[in-house]
């Protein structure tokens, strides 16, 4: 059963990377993160988007990090 907000991290799995068709490693290292894994569990749902994490998305163009922030926030509010 999926909650209400979704995790960010879905957001960013069906909206972003798979409407660009890359993989999770090419995402990773578009966004300057050291690890496949880390990008891996947020796209899961397994871990929460980071403070630079949002802010490296900002940076590639995906809304703002300020928006990626308040998505986390609501889910961990719900």
Do not use: C
């Amino acid at each position: 059963m999926m909650k209400f907000p979704a995790h960010p991290g879905e957001l960013l799995r069906e909206d972003v990377v798979g409407a660009l068709e890359l993989s999770v490693t090419e995402v990773a290292g578009r966004l300057g993160m050291s690890s496949r894994v880390s990008l891996s569990r947020v796209l899961n749902s397994r871990a929460r988007i980071s403070p630079d994490l949002a802010l490296g998305l900002e940076r590639a163009g995906v809304s703002t990090a300020k928006a990626w922030i308040a998505m986390q926030a609501n889910y961990d509010l719900a």
